[in-house]
């Protein structure tokens, strides 16, 4: 590895850490990078959950306080996120990912959709229909650990399908809603990456090149987007799954 690729290493992950406090999805950005770092696909994959891991550590600590808002089923979705990571990489390791390539671009192509739609369908559902999404928390568990197993396989936009959720089954905030993501995708991927380690398909060098970018970049945006308004982040969120989504169909189809 030479000086060029720790400097593009190190550039990604400082772009990863601001977009995944904000957003999610970041490892569609860092993914690239590792794989012309000269590592295989599965090592890259493997690598990029080390690398994006102190992005949700900080926004973690920094969405503290409003984890004490959300606190009622909190352990019960980081079971979930513990048994997601620990399903979701074990496929990995013994299926590969080439496979899973091919539906990159409509995964994240319905995850777009479910975010960007989602305040709507849910205004559409009270008025029309009565619906309370509090009713249907079991639905939201169910179609969260679902997430937590694709996250633990690959991960990619993961945190735009758990807005999209959240949207339609709760009464959070953006900024409430954050904190439950970042936490419950710390656990999952630590998870994941104590799995990886055991099967040897972590790459730790670029990996923590990485991280050190994520690090700086994960706590700067975690500060400033508290004191955003939530319609401004959300707007900013919806704008990059966009981009995501046109940059999956570009490289995989």
């Known amino acids: 590895m030479d000086l060029l690729h720790i400097i ?4 990604g992950g400082l772009l990863a850490g601001l977009i995944n406090v904000m957003a999610g999805g970041a490892g569609f950005m860092t993914f690239p990078l590792l794989l012309a770092a ?3 696909e599965i090592e890259a994959n493997a690598s990029n959950f080390v690398a994006v891991l102190p992005a949700n550590v900080v926004g973690t600590v920094v969405y503290r306080i409003e984890l004490a808002s959300v606190r009622r089923h ?10 997601g990571g620990v399903i979701g990489s074990t496929i990995l ?30 205004q559409k559902l009270e008025r029309d229909f009565n619906f309370d999404g509090s009713r249907w928390l079991w ?43 970042n936490i419950t995708i710390t656990l999952m991927t630590l998870i994941s990456i104590a799995i990886f380690a ?9 990996s923590l090149v990485m991280m050190t970018g994520a690090v700086i970049g994960g706590y700067v945006t975690a500060r400033f987007a508290k004191r955003m308004p939530p319609n401004v982040i959300r707007n900013g ?17």
Do not use: D
């Open 8 to 11: 593009l290493l190190f550039a």
């Open 38 to 40: 000269g590592l295989s």
């Open 74 to 83: 909190l352990w019960l979705r980081l079971l979930l996120a513990a048994a």
């Open 93 to 122: 390791i013994m299926t590969g990912e080439a496979a899973f390539e091919k539906v990159i671009p409509w995964l994240l192509l319905f995850a777009t959709l479910s975010f960007a739609l989602g305040p709507w369908l849910k």
């Open 139 to 181: 639905l939201s568990f169910v179609l969260e650990f679902i997430v937590y197993v694709y996250g633990g396989y690959f991960g990619l936009g993961m945190g735009i399908v758990m807005f999209a959720i959240y949207s339609i089954f709760s009464q959070m905030n953006i900024h409430q809603a954050n904190a439950i993501r």
């Open 198 to 206: 055991q099967a040897g398909v972590i790459r730790w060098i670029p």
């Open 237 to 253: 969120i919806l704008v990059w799954a966009v981009c995501l989504t046109i940059l999956a169909f570009w490289r995989y189809l």
